[in-house]
């Protein structure tokens, strides 16, 4: 195998195979540069239509260098990505539910403390992406793929709306813009989290939820599992035009009474009890656990979209 030299590599000091994106001599790497979205959008299209995979590139996450296919780390911090990291440090087992092409598991993986993470996806090219990350960086041991929807039933089928690797695909025509102009439509096997649960005798700690307002779907297909008062929920919530905000929390907090669980809104770390106070919002995070709980100590003081260690 033919193997490039990579004199900008000072954290390791590896050579990377031919195929591995080559920095120029300024340093600046050009698929790993923040690029302007709209030149981003084009590229991504143009390989999806041609089929052809993302390149390899050298990347650091949490002070580990990495080597991902390009795309799957943001430029910039999201607004939960210091919330879901003090999370992960006190998780054993975190389901990651809407992993796309495996930002948050990798996150995990990371993690000494995590002992395992289940990879939900119903977006079967994200997914193989997100397992071709966690394997091209020895992370999969720990690592479980369920190429699925998270619902409130199994054994069901659901219209997927999405494109490529898509991180917005989402079951909600209105949400999924791009796919939706395109008529790119998928159908897909659904699962609760309480047969994963079952199948794979777990119960998790942490429950990362990102699926594009989806969110009271998936929650009701844990329920089992949540009444053992063992699992915090990361909820990212999303308001589609089929499911406006006010809406779709209030869907959240009817689950929430039902097993006995409080709600947080994070960017205000203050506990709430009706969806007024986030009706304003396109996108927010909820913390969910059980109603007896205190807010976590080692959440107090981190804002939204806060920088992760090493950054």
């Not at 490039?4 to 600046?28: F, M, V």
């Not at 079952?198 to 329920?223: F, M, N, Q, R």
Request: hydrophobic residues 40%; proline residues 6%.
């Amino acid at each position: 195998m033919e193997f490039i030299s990579d004199p900008n590599n000072h954290n390791t000091g590896r050579e990377l195979p031919w195929y591995t994106a080559r920095r120029r001599p300024s340093g600046r790497n050009p698929l790993t540069s923040p690029k302007p979205s709209f030149f981003r959008r084009v590229e991504s299209r143009v390989r999806y239509q041609l089929g052809l995979p993302f390149p390899w590139v050298q990347q650091s996450l949490l002070g580990h260098d990495l080597v991902l296919r390009a795309g799957t780390l943001r430029d910039e911090p999201d607004y939960d990505d210091a919330w879901l990291f003090a999370c992960l440090k006190h998780a054993d087992v975190m389901f990651d539910v809407g992993a796309n092409v495996g930002q948050s598991a990798l996150m995990a993986l990371l993690c000494r403390n995590i002992k395992q993470v289940v990879l939900v996806e119903a977006n079967w090219e994200a997914l193989s992406v997100a397992a071709q990350n966690l394997v091209r960086n020895n992370l999969s041991v720990r690592a479980r793929f369920v190429g699925a929807f998270a619902a409130e039933a199994s054994n069901t089928t659901v219209d997927f709306w999405t494109v490529g690797t898509g991180a917005a695909g989402s079951m909600y025509e209105g949400h999924a813009v791009t796919a939706a102009r395109e008529g790119s439509v998928k159908r897909v096997p659904t699962v609760t989290l309480d047969e994963l649960c079952e199948t794979y005798d777990t119960v998790p700690d942490l429950v990362k939820i990102d699926v594009e307002g989806a969110e009271s779907k998936v929650l009701h297909g844990c329920k089992q599992t949540a009444t053992r008062h063992k699992t915090r929920f990361l909820v990212e919530m999303h308001s589609p035009p089929e499911l406006p905000m006010v809406r779709n929390a209030a869907l959240v907090f009817e689950w929430a009474k039902a097993v006995g669980y409080a709600v947080w809104y994070l960017s205000g770390a203050i506990r709430i009890e009706t969806p007024e106070p986030i009706q304003h919002r396109g996108r927010c995070h909820l913390l969910l656990q059980p109603a007896d709980w205190r807010y976590p100590d080692w959440l107090v003081g981190i804002k939204q979209s806060a920088p992760l260690p090493g950054a």
